[in-house]
T-cell receptor, first 113, second 112 residues
Framework: SQTIHQWPATLVQPVGSPLSLECTVEGTSNPNLYWYRQAAGRGLQLLFYSVGIGQISSEVPQNLSASRPQDRQFILSSKKLLLSDSGFYLC????????????FGQGTRLTVV | QKEVEQNSGPLSVPEGAIASLNCTYSDRGSQSFFWYRQYSGKSPELIMSIYSNGDKEDGRFTAQLNKASQYVSLLIRDSQPSDSATYLCAARNVGSWGKLQFGAGTQVVVTP
């Protein structure tokens, strides 16, 4: 069966510090991978998606970047965090060609102070 | 702007009653629809998917899709306190690389 791992679960970072969130998927090959962010009391905003190694598409211009160094690994990064980067970050995967359900990791609660 | 819209709630439902949640979408190219349940502080959990017009039942849950009217609904029968959560509606356009467009969610509170 497929599983998705995302870490850390919670993170408190000062403004201006770097960020690295990691997500890995097991039990499937060539998944579509996604990073979403959820602000408090809001819906999910798609940040990045990837259909293959090194293939990243950005949905929203922002202070963040994403990378996919391996087939089942997806990384969300920032060089300098802003207060507005606080939120609940969720990694998700779906099977290509993308017509099936998406499944989420446990999420990372990021608080920038 | 392609949007998925839901009433934010809270929707208060007596225990044992039916909870009815609605969702509308603006992108006529949307082909797949999903309902996720999200407990406070947790990640969304898929509970239903629906692809064709009509009803789809899974246990106490029934999803309904009407593509002509561009709405999706979720019925929760025999509501339990454990059903208290935020329910997110999501839509996917078949040509969108699997990207899900989410609504803001409807909070459901089941009262004993």
């Amino acid at each position: 069966s497929q599983t998705i791992h995302q870490w850390p679960a919670t993170l408190v970072q000062p403004v201006g510090s770097p960020l690295s969130l990691e997500c890995t998927v097991e039990g499937t090959s060539n998944p579509n991978l996604y990073w979403y962010r959820q602000a408090a009391g809001r819906g999910l905003q798609l940040l990045f998606y990837s259909v293959g190694i090194g293939q990243i598409s950005s949905e929203v211009p922002q202070n963040l970047s994403a990378s996919r160094p391996q087939d089942r690994q997806f990384i969300l990064s920032s060089k300098k965090l802003l207060l507005s980067d606080s939120g609940f970050y969720l990694c998700a995967w779906s099977s290509p060609p993308g017509r099936t359900e998406a499944f989420f990791g446990q999420g990372t609660r990021l608080t920038v102070v | 702007q392609k949007e998925v819209e839901q009433n934010s709630g809270p929707l208060s439902v007596p225990e044992g009653a039916i909870a009815s949640l609605n969702c509308t979408y603006s992108d006529r190219g949307s082909q797949s629809f999903f309902w996720y349940r999200q407990y406070s502080g947790k990640s969304p959990e898929l509970i239903m998917s629906i692809y064709s017009n009509g009803d789809k039942e899974d246990g106490r849950f029934t999803a309904q899709l009407n593509k002509a009217s561009q709405y999706v609904s979720l019925l929760i029968r025999d509501s339990q306190p454990s059903d208290s959560a935020t329910y997110l509606c999501a839509a996917r356009n078949v040509g969108s690389w699997g990207k899900l467009q989410f609504g803001a969610g409807t909070q459901v509170v089941v009262t004993p």
